[in-house]
């Protein structure tokens, strides 16, 4: 069994950042990805980033490049995201999962474990 524990999300004006972080406990596996996404109520949970933990190879999606990253501490077995230049629009609640498989994927269905959230606010 894997636990993610969220963290560090808040209110921020925009044009403000915030940094949350992932930390992973249990079970480990050779090769897996770590992922961000977030949600609205109403809508479907929608890919923010993802990290390979052994390359540390990264992808974001197009709506927070040059303004998110993705990077982990493999002492720590914590994963971070860099939020900056946020926009109200990136108000949500922000999940950190893991893909055992480490396939690499966008999908939120392929991955097998998910943390709490945390909610992130950008005022206006």
């Known amino acids: 069994q894997v636990q993610l524990v969220e963290s560090g999300g808040g209110l921020v004006q925009a044009g403000g950042s915030l940094r949350l972080s992932c930390a992973a406990s249990g079970r480990t596996f050779s090769s897996y990805t770590m992922g961000w996404f977030r949600q609205v109520p109403g809508k479907e949970r929608e890919f923010v980033a993802l990290?390979?933990?052994?390359?540390?190879?990264?992808y974001s999606a197009a709506s927070v490049r040059g303004r998110f990253t993705i990077s982990r501490d493999n002492a720590k077995n914590t994963v971070y995201l860099q939020m900056n230049t946020l926009k109200p629009e990136d108000t949500a609640a922000y999940y950190c999962?893991?893909?055992?498989?480490?396939?690499?994927?966008?999908?939120?269905?392929?991955?097998?474990?998910w943390g709490q959230g945390t909610q992130v606010t950008v005022s206006s």
């Open positions: 990290i390979n933990w052994s390359s540390g190879s990264t």
């Open positions: 999962a893991l893909d055992r498989q480490g396939s690499g994927s966008r999908l939120a269905a392929l991955y097998d474990y």
